[in-house]
């Protein structure tokens, strides 16, 4: 239809990088797409941090467990929600903090800190780079918090690795429209509808260049959602400030 889609429509994320640099004009132009996200409000809620110190990368590394290109990949970015900036404003003018503590505010930083990891990764993609999604930095979302020195109000949401692609597998395959798109009313999955899709994903990871596998989407969330993942993040987000309320 046009490049901007086209691009959108091949997007895999990419875990094998060269040597090759991105370049400091490149970082320049991911992070001023980045920055001209939507933002609720006008309140851009999110900051940045490059990780470029080697101890750092391979501890923020470890704690992943399952991606070592946090420490191959040219480039690597936290992605921190924040509203810290928010709180050092209302000290400043006597306000009181409620407000950015609740349970809206932290879906606010969480949503701006999510479209402005987009943008960047559309932006990389569109200059022939590949990104990778790093949400494994929560597996011990304190220690990285700490190794960063994040203060209150704030929490370090995902990761994003960027570099030059060594290799990249197909597209995966998204769930077909009518079981993801309605119109007017939400329509319940049928179990039943799945199979046709379920077959595709199969095929799909059986094929595929890096890490293949005998499964489908079915089985995959069976698996993901058999028990509760990082319940300390809760613990966590109080300690932040955020009252989950
Ligand atoms: C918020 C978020 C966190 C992710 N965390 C990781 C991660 O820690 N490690 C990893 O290898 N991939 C991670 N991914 C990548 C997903 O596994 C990937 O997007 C998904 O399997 C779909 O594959 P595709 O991006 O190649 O289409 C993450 C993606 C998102 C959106």
Not at 139 to 144: A, G, L, P, R
Not at 203 to 230: C, G, M, V
């Amino acid at each position: 239809m046009n490049q901007t889609i086209d691009n959108l429509l091949q997007h895999v994320s990419v875990r094998n990088f060269t040597n090759q640099k991105v370049t400091t004009e490149q970082k320049n132009a991911l992070l001023d797409a980045a920055q001209s996200g939507s933002t609720s409000e006008f309140v851009q809620a999110f900051s940045i941090i490059e990780i470029t110190d080697s101890k750092l990368r391979q501890e923020i590394s470890d704690i992943t467990i399952s991606s070592p290109h946090v420490k191959e990949a040219d480039t690597f970015y936290i992605f921190v929600a924040d509203l810290n900036r928010q709180a050092q404003l209302l000290k400043a003018h006597n306000q009181s903090l409620d407000s950015i503590k609740n349970m809206e505010s932290l879906l606010v930083a969480t949503v701006d800190t999510t479209i402005a990891a987009q943008n960047m990764a559309t932006a990389a993609e569109s200059m022939n780079l590949g990104i990778c999604y790093i949400g494994s930095i929560r597996n011990n979302i304190k220690k990285v918090a700490q190794a960063i020195d994040l203060p209150k109000y704030t929490f370090p949401l995902f990761g994003m690795t960027i570099g030059v692609p060594e290799l990249k597998n197909q597209h995966k395959p998204r769930l077909p429209q009518k079981n993801q798109v309605a119109i007017n009313s939400y329509k319940q999955l049928q179990a039943d509808n799945l199979s046709e899709y379920d077959q595709k994903v199969k095929t799909y990871y059986a094929n595929r260049k890096s890490n293949p596998q005998d499964t489908t989407w079915t089985e995959k969330n069976l698996n993901i959602f058999d028990h509760i993942h990082r319940p300390e993040v809760a613990a966590f987000l109080k300690e932040q400030g955020f009252s989950l309320e």
